[in-house]
């Protein structure tokens, strides 16, 4: 398992996802699931109606951070793209792990599935940081 990947378990499965439109910065939190082959590749679902949608419509860039866990590692970065996937929920329905998941999203199916994309990110943590690229 690779420094990155223990950085996703750490993350239990959530991200902060912030956009922006207009110069108007949004943040919000999002459940997530990393591809097992490419971890930096991430899914996550939403509703068709919502603003972040129509704000990686016109802008897919994105900013993500992590939790904190007890030692406060986390995942950042700047680098990084969201939008509609390709795929299809089955295609991705068993990497998605975590309990709270299917009780915040009991049918995701019915939602957009996102791809976030990673193109490099900052590992850190209260012992200090490491910087990767994809």
């Known amino acids: 398992m690779t420094l990155f990947e ?3 378990q750490a993350a239990k499965g959530l991200v902060v ?3 922006a439109e207009n110069n108007q910065p949004s ?12 971890p930096n590749h991430w899914y996550l679902v939403s509703q068709p109606d919502t603003a972040k949608i129509k ?20 995942i950042e970065s700047n680098q990084a793209t969201m939008q ?31 791809e976030l994309t990673i193109k490099s990110a900052r590992l850190a943590s209260f012992a200090g940081q490491e910087n990767v690229t994809f």
């Open 55 to 74: 704000q990686l419509a016109s802008n897919d860039k994105v900013a993500i951070l992590t939790p904190l866990n007890e030692n406060g590692a986390r």
């Open 6 to 8: 223990e950085y996703i």
């Open 84 to 114: 509609p996937s390709e795929k299809k929920w089955a295609d991705v329905a068993s990497y998605f792990k975590a309990p709270i998941f299917s009780k915040m999203h009991p049918h995701p199916e019915q939602e957009v599935l996102l």
């Open 17 to 19: 996802v912030s956009t």
């Open 27 to 38: 943040s919000r939190i999002m459940g997530f699931a990393a591809d097992p082959d490419h």
